[in-house]
């Protein structure tokens, strides 16, 4: 394909989430230590620690409600009404669980009653801490945000992909019955002929056609590979022709191991055929050669006064292929010969 999948590691909104609360943890203690000029040692410690678990088990239901919501309202376009039902349900989780970790933690290990909602230390303690959550639900949220986007986009390629998978199928799967039906359409006609060339006939269309099975799921295939496919496809037209066609072959040297998608000569040399006229006097000539990056199917016009009909296949079966693969496209060129020029692809080290 143009482009292999990737998809990044996402991101753990948790891990980073952590991150920030022990940075948070660290100014909580200082600052409630300021406004009741305690300063003690033992008062701070302790305050850091309740802190940090005050602030993690808020983080954690923050998560989960997310976690929660992402399965909720996936197929929901209203999406405002979640961030509502969010907000709303994770300040009243937040509330509870600040009032028991105050009621059950905290009121053993300290003097007086700090659960109690009438007291101002109370009400602060509330006030700030549903500050912070609200800085949590913001940071959190906004990592879902990038991460369910990444994920959308992933799913989108990878559904790209297989939909160019879907679509290069298709077009293979255009090419095997035409040419297997051509193929025995001569060979009922030479069998009643001679029985000698027909086993010639058979052997050749056998190999030919065990290399269109092989080469099935094949995106790429060598153009040696491919260059051995065209002899024994050539043979068989020679026989349906005989001397009405012929066949040259300039290959560069080094051009072998490079990469095309498979069939591509056979399209190419059956659009020659198909409109053109050809006789013993005045043979049709295709010519096979390959330089640099490139690959070349040139042959003299003897254009039909009427054309085989179309399949469909051909030139745009060739195209669709190609920009499936790659960004190089074919090029066509129509003088007083006609030229097909297919790009060469380097093999992936």
Avoid: C
């Avoid at 954690?60 to 509502?84: A, D, E, Q, S």
């Avoid at 990878?158 to 193929?183: D, G, I, T, Y």
């Avoid at 060339?197 to 269309?205: M, N, V």
């Amino acid at each position: 394909m143009k482009q292999n999948l990737t998809i990044q590691k996402p991101i753990s909104p948790f891990r980073l989430t952590l991150t920030v609360i022990l940075l948070v943890s660290l100014l909580y203690p200082v600052f409630f230590a300021y406004i009741d000029k305690t300063f003690s040692v033992r008062i701070i410690s302790r305050e850091l620690l309740f802190t940090v678990v005050r602030l993690t088990g808020i983080a954690l239901l923050i998560h989960g409600t997310i976690l929660l919501n992402n399965y909720v309202f996936k197929n929901f376009k209203p999406v405002g009404l979640r961030y509502v039902v969010e907000i709303i349900l994770i300040l009243f989780l937040t509330y509870w669980f600040l009032f028991g970790f105050v009621k059950y933690i905290e009121q053993p290990l300290v003097n007086g009653n700090p659960a109690d909602p009438n007291l101002w230390t109370f009400r602060r303690y509330i006030g700030l801490y549903m500050l912070g959550t609200i800085f949590i639900y913001t940071f959190l949220s906004g990592l879902n945000i990038y991460q369910v986007a990444r994920q959308k986009e992933a799913q989108a390629e990878q559904l790209e992909r297989e939909f160019a998978q879907v679509r290069l199928q298709a077009l293979k799967s255009q090419v095997n019955p035409h040419f297997l039906f051509n193929s025995l359409s001569v060979l009922s006609s030479l069998v009643h002929v001679n029985a000698e060339l027909s086993d010639q006939f058979i052997q050749h269309l056998a190999k030919a056609y065990r290399y269109i099975l092989e080469q099935k799921e094949a995106e790429l295939v060598s153009l040696d590979e491919e260059l051995g496919f065209l002899d024994a496809y050539f043979f068989l037209l020679q026989i349906r022709f005989d001397q009405k066609i012929r066949l040259e072959k300039t290959i560069a040297a080094g051009t072998g191991d490079l990469l095309l998608p498979p069939l591509t000569l056979q399209l190419l040399v059956e659009n020659a055929v198909k409109h053109n006229r050809m006789s013993a006097q005045e043979p049709l000539v295709i010519n096979v050669s390959a330089a640099g990056n490139t690959l070349q199917v040139e042959n003299n016009i003897q254009q039909r006064e009427q054309a085989e009909s179309s399949t469909g296949i051909g030139l745009e079966n060739i195209r669709k292929r190609y920009a499936m693969l790659t960004d190089r496209k074919p090029t066509v060129h129509h003088t007083d010969r006609f030229r097909v020029q297919v790009p060469l692809l380097k093999p992936k080290r």
